[in-house]
């Protein structure tokens, strides 16, 4: 029998996670998201059995992109991982969690730029900033994980309009956990 840990970032992002889910709620940004997952799954006498499932929002990096989404590929976007390959070292910045195409890429920039969202286009569909995170903490403790994100908005300057807008993903998220899991 499968059991589960939900993590969000934020409580607004869980407000709907069924109440029979235990809920981790981490924190912003990629630091938080590691720490507060390997800090869980450490504390667990068994973790056999267990799935992490990270649920969030996420900015869309091609316009048509909405609603639910579960990539299959996890991108460390702000990584320099071409320096630390000529150097030797493997930096893992691309982590398969899922069997899907989509990619997701995470980092410790709230994309608002224009710019940035275009050149994150080039290599992932949606922008988030802990998926990976969390991704990697579960697999060094080689739990399966799964990414769901509900696309909030288009990774622009509409992203500003996040607290109001996550509501409307939190309610989708609650959603797919009470028909899936």
């Not at 990539?71 to 070292?89: E, K, Q, S, T, W």
């Amino acid at each position: 029998m499968t059991r589960h840990l939900v993590v969000a970032a934020t409580r607004a992002e869980a407000a709907y996670v069924p109440s029979s889910l235990p809920v981790l709620v981490t924190g912003i940004g990629k630091t938080a998201a590691a720490t507060a997952v390997a800090r869980a799954l450490a504390s667990y006498d068994d973790l056999s059995g267990l799935e992490v499932v990270n649920v969030g929002t996420a900015g869309a990096l091609h316009d048509h992109h909405e609603g639910l989404h579960e990539p299959g590929v996890v991108l460390n976007h702000d990584v320099n991982a071409d320096a630390i390959r000529a150097l030797g070292y493997d930096p893992q910045e691309r982590l398969r969690c899922g069997p899907g195409a989509m990619v997701l890429a995470t980092g410790d920039v709230f994309v608002t730029d224009p710019v940035v969202r275009e050149r994150l286009a080039a290599q992932a569909d949606l922008v988030d900033m802990e998926g990976y995170a969390v991704a990697y903490a579960a697999l060094q403790f080689d739990v399966p994980v799964r990414l769901v994100k509900h696309v909030s908005d288009r990774a622009d300057e509409s992203a500003m309009d996040w607290p109001t807008l996550v509501d409307r993903s939190a309610r989708s998220l609650g959603e797919w956990l009470a028909r899936t899991l």
